[in-house]
């Protein structure tokens, strides 16, 4: 029977010479150790490749266990995928791996029956980590908050922000009552210290104060009541 070389073993490295199956518990490392590292030296653009031949629908899936064992579930653990690259420390002579950017996964409340979760989105910059983006329910229901600034296009009449379906109420808002946009079909409301401010009806009139009040544009209409402002 022919045989074929399948590994090579090199001091502490293996090199395998075909495809490789794991089973549970195929890889393990010593405390503050690595348990697999996998390096690429060809130029191929997919060195990682995860397969599913289920006929079901479900494709192969990615999970972080972040198993400490009895009594270790804690508010606040993480699981996390991270991005390191180098810098040009001295030139490039003495470069350094830094993360610049990771996707971590967040227990927010470990409590059995009331379990909460967040999504975290985080990056270097300034040489400083910081976090764009999280999602999580604190507040009660489903709620992204923002680290900084959104941008929704940078080319000029090419970006929407949109809510939802017609005949609905959503809103804009600032943090406490100092002001906000609200978008309630068919009105859209401009508001500051939890009282309105201006409002456009769905005829186009404009509305100071609130929609009881004297003030209105209306640029076609020929009534000449006090109120109006053509």
Do not use: C, W
């Amino acid at each position: 029977s022919s045989q074929t070389l399948a590994l090579t073993l090199t001091g502490a490295n293996a090199t395998f010479a075909g495809s490789m199956t794991a089973t549970t518990g195929a890889f393990s490392g010593a405390t503050g150790g690595n348990s697999f590292v996998m390096s690429i030296t060809d130029s191929d653009n997919q060195p990682l490749e995860i397969i599913s031949t289920r006929t079901d629908g479900n494709g192969p899936f990615l999970s972080l266990y972040h198993n400490g064992g009895e009594d270790q579930a804690n508010d606040g653990d993480t699981s996390s995928v991270r991005f390191y690259f180098k810098n040009d420390r001295n030139g490039g002579a003495t470069n350094e791996k830094i993360l610049f950017a990771q996707i971590e996964g967040k227990a927010m409340d470990v409590t059995d029956g009331t379990e909460d979760g967040a999504l975290v989105f985080k990056h270097r910059g300034n040489n400083s980590e910081l976090t764009a983006l999280t999602l999580d329910a604190s507040s009660g229901a489903t709620q992204a908050t923002f680290g900084g600034d959104v941008k929704i296009a940078e080319a000029s009449n090419k970006g929407q922000l949109f809510f939802g379906t017609a005949n609905t109420d959503y809103e804009i808002k600032g943090g406490g009552n100092y002001g906000y946009v609200s978008l309630n079909a068919p009105i859209l409301r401009f508001d500051t210290s939890g009282t309105e401010r201006m409002r456009i009806d769905s005829a186009g009139r404009v509305t100071f104060g609130s929609a009881q009040q004297d003030i209105k544009i209306d640029p076609a209409s020929t009534n000449s009541g006090n109120n109006l402002i053509y």
